[in-house]
């Protein structure tokens, strides 16, 4: 990590809300991500998997047989994987890349939202912010 310093003139209050929730955004963990990342693609799935205990979170091994593209991502997938849907994500600077396939479809589809996009849509109140944290606490993992 590379520091840089700016010379910036004393810091006045913010009176933009939007700069001042900029500067609050959280940093999310690979979990919370992962959370975010189903919430973007198949929120059903999610809730439904997360009420039932078999969401499972993990991190691809060499060893894992997954499609072309996503050796260096995380996963979200239902214990039981009846469905085919699978939820692969990675953090890349401020950028979420997500790549996900749903009822046995094998063609992987890929959504790149911004950490802030995923912040401002799925963990702005209090409320979704306890339903994230929540969602974490219950993933498996593998």
């Known amino acids: 990590m590379v520091t840089i310093n700016f010379n910036r003139p004393i810091p006045q209050p913010i009176q933009d809300k939007t700069q001042s929730n900029q500067q609050l955004r959280p940093k999310f963990t690979d979990q919370q991500i992962g959370i975010l990342a ?16 078999q969401l499972v979170y993990g991190i691809v091994k060499p060893s894992d047989t997954v499609p072309a593209g996503v050796d260096d991502y995380s996963y979200l997938v239902a214990a039981d994987n009846q469905d085919g849907t699978v939820i692969f994500f990675k953090e890349e600077g401020q950028n979420v890349i997500i790549k ?19 912040s401002k849509e799925f ?7 306890k339903q994230v944290d929540d969602d974490v606490a219950a993933l498996r993992t593998e």
């Open 38 to 53: 189903g919430l973007a693609t198949a929120p059903e799935w999610l809730k439904q998997n997360i009420a039932a205990n």
């Open 100 to 118: 996900y396939t749903s009822q046995q479809k094998t063609k992987l589809k890929t959504k790149e939202l911004t950490l802030a996009q995923l």
């Open 123 to 129: 963990y702005q109140t209090v409320s979704q912010k």
